[in-house]
T-cell receptor
Framework: KQEVTQIPAALSVPEGENLVLNCSFT??????LQWFRQDPGKGLTSLLL?????REQTSGRLNASLDKSSGRSTLYIAASQPGDSATYLC?????????????FGDGTTLTVKP | EAQVTQNPRYLITVTGKKLTVTCSQN?????MSWYRQDPGLGLRQIYY???????DKGDVPEGYKVSRKEKRNFPLILESPSPNQTSLYFC?????????????FGPGTRLLVL
């Protein structure tokens, strides 16, 4: 059974700092990996989707990488801002007959202090 | 505006009283899914649907039913709600028949079962 782990559970940084969030998964037979942002009491917003054949994806100040063989993904946030404060979750989809399944990590709660 | 809508957004009910949470998307997505989010347990998949009339169990399907009679709608049915189904529920959708792509989430339904 796929397990997804995100470390650390919480992170606090001063504004302007570059930071990395980590996501690891136990089964490397994935189709894609997606990073989401969740604000308190709100739904999830998709940030980046990486297909299993890709190594990284970029959107603005965000860069997500994928190393399928080691079962790891990182989300790099450059020049962090207070508005980046949220919980960040990663989710993997399997490359098999259970393609509809999604397994989420528990998330990393990021606080960016002004 | 492309979106996933859920109704109701908040619901308080009593044990055993059947309820339905509706989910609708206007993006012509084949794939739809239901999740629940609980403190300390993260986001867990209840049911998903790869297309009309095709549904399958996620990781926590007990006590729930779904149907997919139309492409745009995917209601979640609790035939006899119990207090352990108190949770925050999210509906999501994406393109993809065999494999889903970027998932778009609804705003969530907060359910309290007394």
């Amino acid at each position: 059974k796929q397990e997804v782990t995100q470390i650390p559970a919480a992170l606090s940084v001063p504004e302007g700092e570059n930071l990395v969030l980590n996501c690891s998964f136990t089964d490397s037979a994935i189709y894609n990996l997606q990073w989401f942002r969740q604000d308190p009491g709100k739904g999830l917003t998709s940030l980046l989707l990486i297909q299993s054949s890709q190594r990284e994806q970029t959107s603005g100040r965000l860069n997500a990488s994928l190393d399928k063989s080691s079962g790891r993904s990182t989300l790099y946030i450059a020049a962090s801002q207070p508005g980046d404060s949220a919980t960040y979750l990663c989710a993997v989809s399997p490359r098999n007959t259970n393609a509809g399944k999604s397994t989420f990590g528990d998330g990393t709660t990021l606080t960016v202090k002004p | 505006e492309a979106q996933v809508t859920q109704n109701p957004r908040y619901l308080i009910t009593v044990t055993g009283k059947k309820l339905t949470v509706t989910c609708s998307q206007n993006m012509n997505h084949e794939y739809m899914s239901w999740y629940r989010q609980d403190p300390g347990l993260g986001l867990r998949q209840i049911y998903y649907s790869m297309n009309v009339e095709v549904t399958d169990k996620g990781d926590v399907p007990e006590g729930y039913k779904v149907s997919r009679k139309e492409k745009r709608n995917f209601p979640l049915i609790l035939e006899s709600p119990s207090p352990n189904q108190t949770s925050l529920y999210f509906c999501a959708s994406s393109f993809g028949g065999h494999q889903k792509e970027t998932q778009y989430f609804g705003p969530g339904t907060r359910l309290l079962v007394l």
